[in-house]
Structure formats: structure tokens, C-alpha cells
């Protein structure tokens, strides 16, 4: 079971600035330009922590909730870590090239949905899209399921 516990959301400040940094990295075509985005990750404030199994926890640096039309709630969250449950099952070193995890997760009025868990990812700017994406992964994402609001 993941816990993750969310004090406060990021703000549109901060978010540019992680944004800004995120779309400076892509420009670059250097192997280890995703580091930049997990620094200007780690320089952001601490909103929140995330655990597996009560044991190990990891700092949540960015939370972003965005309301969606059809009433849903769009929750992301990024770590500055590339949290790996080896790690967490092994309490050992690191894996991966990628050094931020996100969690993407859809909860309904209820507080009740699903989400995503993509570990060690590579977050990159689309120009053509003017969007972040997503492109490599240490590991396969892992769905979440019964997610749940427990306030």
C-alpha cells in the first residue's frame, strides 16, 4: 500500500519554475539533462511525503489538483527521486537514469479513482504539443488502483 499525505499544493510560481526548468533541460542534448529537472525539483518546498508499506518515505515536491468538466479532480505529484520498490523493499541503492517519479491520479466527487505510478521517468517539453511528456521509464508505470481520499 502507498500512503501519500499532501500538506499543501504547489504554487503557480513554483510550478513556472519547475516549467521553466523542465522546457531548459529538452533543449539540451546531454544524456543526464533530466538531472535538471529533478534539482529544480529538490530546490522547490516540501508539500508533502509519500511511503510504501509504513516504512521507507520519500518528500513530494510538486502537487498540482486541477478540476476537470465532467466534476473528476486531476491530481499530479512529482518526486525528486527515482523511487524504485527494490529500493524500498531492499532499503539499498538507487536504480535507474531517471531521477524523478510522478504519480498521476483521477479521483471522482467522492474521492475515490485510479491513477498511474511511473518510476525513474524522463520528463521532457514538447514544443510542437506545447506540453510535458513523458518518454522514458526505468521501469514499467504501475497502475494504481482503488485509490481513495482519506483526508
Same mark, same amino acid.
Given at each position: ?31 543526464? @539533462? ?5 534539482? &529544480? #525539483?529538490?530546490?522547490? =518546498?516540501? %508539500? /508533502? ?31 525528486? @527521486? ?5 529500493? &524500498? #523493499?531492499?532499503?539499498? =541503492?538507487? %536504480? /535507474? ?55
Amino acid at each position: 500500500m502507498l500512503e501519500i499525505r499532501i500538506r499543501e499544493w504547489t504554487t503557480e510560481e513554483e510550478r513556472e519554475q519547475v516549467l521553466s526548468e523542465i522546457k531548459e533541460a529538452s533543449s539540451q542534448s546531454t544524456r543526464n @539533462r533530466n538531472r535538471a529537472v529533478a534539482r &529544480a #525539483l529538490r530546490c522547490a =518546498s516540501r %508539500v /508533502g511525503s509519500m511511503n510504501l508499506r509504513a516504512q521507507t518515505s520519500w518528500s513530494v515536491r510538486y502537487s498540482r489538483m486541477t478540476q476537470m468538466p465532467d466534476g473528476k479532480k486531476r491530481i499530479i505529484l512529482a518526486t525528486d @527521486r527515482p523511487v524504485s520498490f527494490s529500493e &524500498a #523493499l531492499n532499503t539499498g =541503492s538507487v %536504480v /535507474g537514469d531517471f531521477d524523478v517519479t510522478l504519480i498521476e491520479m483521477t479521483l471522482d466527487a467522492e474521492g475515490n479513482g485510479d491513477g498511474v505510478l511511473s518510476l525513474g521517468t524522463e520528463v521532457r517539453w514538447n514544443d510542437g504539443d506545447n506540453k510535458i511528456e513523458v518518454t522514458n521509464f526505468s521501469s514499467q508505470p504501475i497502475k494504481l488502483g482503488n485509490v481513495r481520499r482519506t483526508n
